[in-house]
């Protein structure tokens, strides 16, 4: 029987693969999770044979039962916009089962032999990482959520933070190397530590850096699944976990990237929140349009180039860009779409919600494919984006993104901003953009004036 279990754990972790695979690119993501799901519900369903499983199938069974209603419900009621948060608290699920899971094997240690000190090590670890998963993905929700609405700060924090991990780390590797003999009372502080550093880390960080920690905490709970598959002895559970922290990792690598920024610097500095200074003084000022006279200009131009942002999700507008693009194309207008890595607050935040809305995946394109089109462009029509085409990222060496590869939308001939009203963006930077002489802004919904824009268009 367990020969069978192993070979169904192994087909499900090469589901996982495939499915983690085909996700790379939008056309074939939707059927990636749909292997992906195959792959854990074979996984899922074959644990039951396991003979460890004994008799305990009811509480199993309505343990699932419940939590797929509550995920089934939860995923039926999400807003697109709200998806970061969601994620964020899915994935300090993860992180917290595979906490419980090393409380049960640490507390049940004659299950397991003793003497297998890799065993033990590695329940420890997978505990510790889970545990801060868990109690960060959960702050980090909040954040998002706006039930945290500041980071709480003071001096000399980090040296706290690392002396509260350092204390954790020390009783860690006590009830690792001590056998069975250290007493439920070691084990209880060594969770209440690790769960409280998980917070005091994560609350000094700024909300706009909150997607690089949660791709972090996303990748610890990966992680801290696979050290927990070692210690049960469970193949798929390895793999999956290894598959999950490895990707990402390289996703929090490529996200930092992306803002020019290390991962150090997400963590320990102050950057997130509103900022004041230097890099926020502008000279000139915002220039209004009205949506007829920004038809005029789209529907006579030969290249438009579509930048949305976080305002478009909040807007849904999406469906409205999708009916002015093809009113365009009718009238012989090339439009295109420019994505940067980090728009919204998610990665492929963006994508999705185009890729919802019909947007072939043929005029979809990368920051590094597109940037060097601008100078050629008669109209770049921002939405709803702030920091990701902020040109201060280029000229300013004092402001806080400096270096962080942009969207070069200043460079085309006219820029047109959808914006609710004058504020900064989620950084709290001032964006230099909106002041300059070929910038002109459109206040109000981002989908009353694209549907304002569609109608005028239609006139020409």
């Known amino acids: 029987m367990m020969f069978v279990i192993n070979v169904a754990y192994f087909i499900a972790a090469v589901l996982f693969i495939v499915g983690l695979k085909q996700m790379s690119h939008p056309a074939s993501a939707r059927r990636g999770i749909v292997w992906a799901g195959v792959g854990m519900l074979l996984a899922t369903a074959v644990t039951f044979f396991h003979p460890e499983i004994k008799h305990n199938y009811f509480w199993i069974i309505l343990a699932m039962l419940v939590s797929s209603v509550l995920a089934w419900w939860s995923g039926k009621k999400v807003a697109m916009t709200d998806m970061p948060q969601m994620i964020a608290i899915y994935n300090g ?21 003793p003497l297998d000190k890799v065993t033990q090590i590695l329940a420890v670890l997978g505990a510790l990482i889970g545990a801060i998963a868990f109690s960060g993905s959960t702050v980090a929700y909040a954040k998002l959520e706006g039930l945290i609405k500041k980071s709480f700060r003071f001096n000399g924090q980090q040296m706290v933070n690392m002396a509260v991990f350092g204390v954790t780390v020390l009783l860690g590797l006590y009830l690792a190397l001590s056998g069975t003999n250290y007493g439920g009372f070691a084990l209880f502080v060594f969770f209440v530590l690790a769960l409280a550093f998980g917070v005091m880390a994560t ?24 050290f927990e598959g070692y210690v049960l002895e469970n193949p798929a559970m390895m793999i999956a976990g290894i598959v999950v922290g490895s990707a990402g990792t390289l996703l929090t690598q490529l996200m930092a990237k992306a803002m020019n920024r290390s991962i150090s ?87 999705v919600l185009l890729a919802e809305a019909g947007v072939p995946y043929d005029i979809i394109f990368d920051l590094d494919e597109i940037n060097e089109e601008f100078p050629t462009t008669t109209v770049t029509l921002v939405i709803g984006a702030n920091d990701v085409v902020n040109p201060v990222a280029r000229t300013n060496p004092d402001s806080p993104i400096y270096g962080m590869p ?25 964006n230099h953009l909106f002041y300059q002489d070929n910038t002109r802004m459109l206040y109000g919904d981002a989908q009353q004036m694209i549907s304002a824009i569609t109608a005028a268009v239609k006139t020409f």
């Open 93 to 113: 699920m993860g992180g917290g089962a595979a906490a419980a899971i090393a409380a049960v094997v640490l507390l049940q240690n004659d299950v397991y032999d």
């Open 203 to 226: 609350t000094p960080i700024g909300g706009a850096d909150m997607p690089v920690v949660i791709s972090l905490f996303n990748a610890l709970t990966g992680l801290a699944v696979g």
């Open 265 to 351: 610097n997400v963590l320990f500095s102050n950057f997130g929140e509103v900022s004041s200074g230097e890099d926020d003084e502008v000279e000139g000022s915002m220039k209004p349009i009205e949506a007829p006279d920004v038809a005029a200009m789209m529907a006579y131009a030969e290249k438009v180039i579509v930048i949305p942002g976080y305002g478009m999700a909040v807007a849904q507008a999406q469906h409205k860009i999708w009916e002015l693009t093809k009113l365009l194309q009718e009238k012989d207008v090339e439009v295109k779409f420019a994505i940067h890595p980090v728009a919204g607050r998610m990665p492929g935040h963006m994508n």
């Open 406 to 430: 942009i969207l070069d939308a200043d460079k085309a001939e006219n820029v047109i901003v959808i914006k609710r009203g004058k504020g900064a963006g989620f950084s709290g930077i001032e």
